[in-house]
């Protein structure tokens, strides 16, 4: 029985009702045959984004604690085994993703569906990567309402995705072959 990867924007879309893609998500999950896989790190930026419906936050994690969504590494475990920062396990988990393609090697979802990528669990545990996550940040003074990092993704009045700072440039959907990345190019 193969499993299925979950990432936040599913989980997202299965608990909130009016979210714009939740039928489509409840059709094709409801289609699935093998175990409902994700991260606690994908758990707790549901969590978070889903603080404002009523409800929706516990109902991610009763889905946890029934089994639905199953959470087979614990990252915590690993992490406090070898005595790793929050932003450390962050840094393993994101340089060992692999986005999802197609048999002809173009993107199976764009970097604003999938982020970066399939996680690779194993490869994250093993990975030597330890500084490439938050640099510069502080969660702490975010916490606090000091400061509040966001990025460059913003989404327009009718729902599209863009990278702000990138006019004239377009999405390829494809991956340049040496650094398997996505990315950009000059529309002209």
């Not at 494809?174 to 190019?185: G, I, Q």
């Amino acid at each position: 029985m193969k499993a299925t990867l979950l990432d936040t924007g599913v989980i997202v879309a299965l608990i909130d009702r009016d979210e714009r893609h939740h039928v489509q998500c409840v059709e094709t999950v409801s289609d699935l045959i093998g175990p409902l896989v994700t991260c606690e790190a994908v758990v707790a930026e549901a969590c978070y984004l889903l603080r404002r419906t009523p409800g929706a936050p516990e109902a991610v994690i009763k889905n946890v604690a029934n089994g639905v969504f199953q959470t087979p590494v614990r990252l915590a475990d690993q992490a406090s085994a070898v005595e790793l920062t929050p932003d450390q396990v962050k840094c393993k988990l994101v340089s060992s993703a692999r986005p999802a393609v197609k048999a002809d090697g173009s993107l199976a979802y764009s970097v604003f569906q999938q982020g970066a990528g399939m996680v690779d669990a194993h490869g994250a545990v093993n990975s030597a990567n330890l500084d490439c996550a938050n640099r510069g940040m502080d969660i702490n003074q975010d916490i606090d309402g000091q400061v509040h990092y966001g990025g460059p993704a913003n989404v327009d009045e009718n729902g599209n995705y863009y990278i702000m700072g990138l006019e004239g440039y377009l999405w390829t959907n494809s991956l340049t072959e040496s650094a398997s990345v996505n990315h950009w190019v000059d529309q002209e």
